[in-house]
């Protein structure tokens, strides 16, 4: 178990550190992937889809679309995806929602 710490007269359960040293913001292990995706959807031509290969990613298909859904609902981009044995297509959709569609 972890050494408790001492705060003044108390004692501390966990370590503590600066506010100002507290890194901000949150880039989890699909960062990157997830940014890669979402700049080639700016330059994707309208009627095409992206293909990406399954074995490239770095989680299951289903985190990663997860992810992808999280990022394109803050941006306010419409995207659908589906995906076969190898690959997961992802491609802008037409209308106002969020279209996600799995094969």
Known sequence: MAEAKVSGAKLLNFGSVLQADVPQGRNGKHHG???KIMSDLEQLEPG???KI???ELPDSKENVRSALNRETRM???AVSTASD???LYVWKSNGGSNAQ???
Request: no cysteine; aromatic share 6%; net charge positive.
């Open 33 to 35: 992937t997830i940014q």
């Open 48 to 50: 095409r889809a992206l």
């Open 53 to 55: 290969e399954l074995a």
């Open 75 to 77: 941006r306010g981009i």
């Open 85 to 87: 044995q190898d690959f």
């Open 101 to 103: 569609t799995a094969k």
